[in-house]
């Protein structure tokens, strides 16, 4: 099995997190503007119920599941013997948990009027399971996932245009969501007799996955919980549309998120399989350039969210929505704790086989946010349900520090701060002094000033001779001559 570089398989990852958010980018408009609101919230809502099923029926597999293969990934045997364990684990829960959800369907009024777009939206729990996507991250197939998941999304963005054609076809494109997750599974399957022995084994140890599995499952639900729980306390005390304000602020702030973590999504099994390897110094050097590389990049993310959050709240929602600017501004702060604690959590404590701690501290955050909200949001509504995320997401990642405190001098240790503060201090002043004085609309200007302040901010760095851009820019130069 042919083994990429992490520079390739990061490469290959960012353009499959381009491609999650321009198709709904491209699509929505239209699919907006056929369906109705109507259309368009019945299936958001069959999404949002089928989602919590899947969570049940996945049980904590997507992180522990890449952890597992890419540790035995050298052995095709042990590799086959694992996959075989996990997923007939995850299908006798998927049935189970199946079954509920058909119980629901027939059983519960509101699901039951609109029968055929749940049983359409279900296929999504029986899918997601049995499409083993974990190991083909664990094995690092990231390659092969792209362009798969791609050309899914280009038979949906086709088929979308063809037969919606009115708010009735509402069915219609609940079944074309599904079919890139089913297309996707299917393809999965059938390829998986390339990755695996298909064979019957002696001696199956289920019992090893339960624990972590539980644990991992435990972490999912704690975070859906402090994510989904301040919505729903924000829109019971303030309304709907302190609401909107919180969600597009959200939304614009997870755009920025997924630019850091695409990295961290093709570390964890190649830190899992240095580990369990015992191949420490490997395993630190990952650990430092990736800790250079989220400071290099969500430190001017956020600092850009923050000054020109006006902009792209106006850009991107339009005037209705400037009361979320200010939660805005306070959600960038998310992306550089979260850069680095996406690093230390998941990257980390998993592949050192420590995540009852990423358990704590996310359970312990899931307090804290309940605690800060239930002070801040009846008095600040979307501002105070801002604060309280990051407050909590603080929480985790300061309790994963102190879990990791002998790891300090590596993940901290080889940050240029001052070169850093000197290239964001020379960003911030020349884009804003522009952005005054340019006599052009909104967008024009917007695009105008994110160019001289990421392009200023990266010719100081260069001048500086930021050490993590000289040694990027030296293996570059090194693999070029070689070719």
Known sequence: MKLRTLKFNFAMNMLLTVSNFLFPLITFPYISR????????????????VSYFTILAAFGVANYGIRACASVRDDKDKLSKVVQEILLINILLMVFVYFIYMAGIYCVPELRVEKNLFLISGANILFTIVGVEWLYKGVEQYFYITIRSIIFKLAAFILIFILIKSPAD???YAFIIIFATVGSGVVNL?????????KKYPDYDFIRHIKPMTTFFIITLA???YVNVSV????????????GYYNAAYRIKDVMVSIITAL???????????IENDMRIEFNNVIKKSMQFIFITSLPLALFCVIFSRSAVLILAGTAYEGSIIPLQVLSIIIFIVGVSNLTGIQMLIPLKKEKYLCYSVIFAAIVNMVCNFVLMPRYGAIG???SVVIAELCILVIQVYVLKDFFAILFGSISYLKLLVSLGIACLSSILLNAYLPYG??????????IYFTSYLIILIVLKDSFLVSTYQQMKNRFIRS
């Open 34 to 49: 056929v369906l109705g609101p109507v259309g368009t919230g019945k299936v958001a809502f069959a999404y949002s119920i």
């Open 170 to 172: 509402y069915g219609i």
């Open 190 to 198: 059938f390829n998986l007799k390339n990755i695996i022995n298909i």
């Open 223 to 225: 975070v859906a919980f």
């Open 232 to 243: 729903a306390l924000l829109g019971f005390w303030k309304g709907n549309a302190e609401v």
């Open 264 to 274: 961290g999504a093709v570390l964890l099994p190649r830190l899992s399989y240095y």
């Open 385 to 387: 349900t801002a604060f």
């Open 442 to 451: 909104e967008i024009v200007k917007f695009l105008i000033s994110a160019s």
